[in-house]
């Protein structure tokens, strides 16, 4: 059995790989098991930190041939591939310089002479990565499982897996210990024995919603600690006081970078009805004027292909059946007539509840708008969604957008700004969006035995 690698810009294989077989399976998670107190115990923190700085800068002097495979397998606009290398050299450097500072032992008050909390690895966690952002996604579920001491397994997007074998040998180029970070080449159907190995300790996943139920159920049957980053269907709520050019800039790059390929793209505009008619004619200009199709290596493309046929396919189901129950086409709402995997920006208005414009995760570039009649109707429209990942809030009274902000139902909410990853602040969802935090100080404790020592 083979996992192919294929070039989402003009439908051509770029490479074939064979599967590993079950014994070599088993044999990677042997030597995981007994490499692990090695990594833990042997290699200190401020070494660590230092195969880290290390890490940074491999990233830094590949940065253009990682970029490029970055956009050849996935279609990725090739400039937005050089900022995702560049985002995971700058992960390295935060933890490199915060880490001491975030597992250090923590002081506690009690009845004895001392008591403290101290963080101590798990042993080997597996991750299981998704395609969207290659790179990026990785980087932040190992950089941090690695510099706390666990020993990193990754089993990574079937579609990608160049970019997989590029990111071990970053690693290696890096001076990491063989086999402290280790790529599986494994199909789905591998994952579930891989997780209820005994070596395996915790699981991180990040993709779509079915996956992650498949893998907390296996994870939750052994008792194994599971982090979900899953989907999501943010909401964008634009005010009646809005700076609306500010607004329309967010939008088109909130919804549309990546070919609005993300978990956290803004995906539902939620406009004050009173704005609602000059948001979305100023919104069908934008997108239309400045997204224009193109080779995803060239200079001047601003849309870039969806990584796979069936995607696109699935994400114009989506649409059209949103039409055919009434929902608006304002623009968009087709494949293009050209070579490769492209789909037209599209807005649809009318959105009601009954259709999966509304109800569904839109992975693509398509954007759904809809009217609120007051701030607290906009609150309940964000919050009408099993998802709860990201949102945005775009106002220029600043007590009443924090308190949307408060009162918006997610991991995160963004005011006056795009909804994005950040290595400083703390990324992670709620309901169906998953649960665990990745990123700053919580991600670097989740895969950690948070152990109280107590004396006296």
């Not at 107190?37 to 890490?55: G, H, Y």
């Not at 990111?167 to 599986?184: L, S, W």
Request: charged share 25%.
């Amino acid at each position: 059995m083979a996992m192919e690698s294929i070039n989402p810009a003009n439908g051509e294989v770029n490479a074939r790989f064979d599967l590993w077989d079950d014994a070599t399976v088993e044999q990677t998670l042997t030597d995981a098991g007994l490499l692990w107190p090695q990594w833990a115990k042997e290699v200190s923190m401020d070494d660590r930190c230092q195969l880290l700085k290390r890490l940074g800068d491999v990233l830094l002097d590949d940065r253009e041939p990682l970029a490029e495979l970055i956009t050849l397998e996935m279609g990725k606009l090739y400039k937005e591939a050089l900022a995702e290398v560049d985002k995971c050299a700058k992960l390295c450097d935060f933890y490199a310089e915060k880490a001491p500072e975030f597992l250090a032992d923590e002081p506690l008050e009690s009845d004895g002479q001392q008591s403290f909390l101290t963080y101590k690895p798990l042993g080997v966690v597996l991750g299981v990565m998704p395609w969207n952002f290659p790179l990026w996604q990785v980087f932040r579920f190992a950089v941090p499982t690695l510099t706390a001491g666990n020993v990193v397994l990754v089993k990574h997007a079937s579609n990608v897996p160049q970019c997989a074998l590029a990111i071990e040998e970053v690693f290696r180029k890096a001076g990491y210990p063989e086999g402290v970070y280790q790529h599986m080449l494994i199909s789905a159907s591998q994952v579930e024995p891989v997780i209820r190995n005994k070596v395996v300790r915790a699981v991180s996943l990040t993709g779509s919603e079915p996956a992650g139920r498949k893998v907390a159920a296996i994870a939750g049957s052994e008792l194994k600690k599971c982090v979900l980053e899953l989907g999501g269907s943010d909401a964008f709520i634009v005010l009646d006081d809005v700076d609306m050019e500010a607004a329309v800039a967010g939008a088109v790059k909130g919804r549309f970078q990546n070919c609005g390929q993300s978990c956290i793209a803004a995906k539902r505009f939620i406009v004050d009805a009173y704005r609602h008619d000059e948001f979305v004619a100023a919104f069908k200009q934008a997108v239309e004027s400045q997204l224009h199709a193109g080779d995803p290596m060239a200079s001047d493309a601003t849309l870039a292909p969806m990584a796979r046929q069936d995607l696109l396919e699935e994400l114009d189901a989506q649409v059209q059946k949103s039409v055919q129950m009434g929902a608006t086409l304002v623009t968009g709402g087709y494949q293009l007539d050209r070579p490769g995997s492209y789909y037209a920006p599209t807005i649809l208005t009318d959105v009601t509840s009954s259709m999966p414009a509304y109800s569904e995760e839109m992975f693509g570039p398509v954007a759904t708008v809809m009217k609120a009649s007051e701030p607290a109707h906009a609150v309940g429209l964000a919050n009408a969604t099993d998802f709860g990942l990201g949102g945005s809030v775009w106002g220029n009274d600043a007590d009443t957008c924090e308190t949307i902000a408060r009162n918006m139902e997610s991991g995160a909410t963004y005011v006056n700004s795009i909804t994005f990853s950040d290595p400083r602040l703390p990324f992670g969802g709620i309901r169906n969006s998953g649960y665990g935090r990745e990123l700053s100080r919580e991600g670097i404790r989740e895969f950690t035995n948070i152990k109280t020592i107590y004396i006296k």
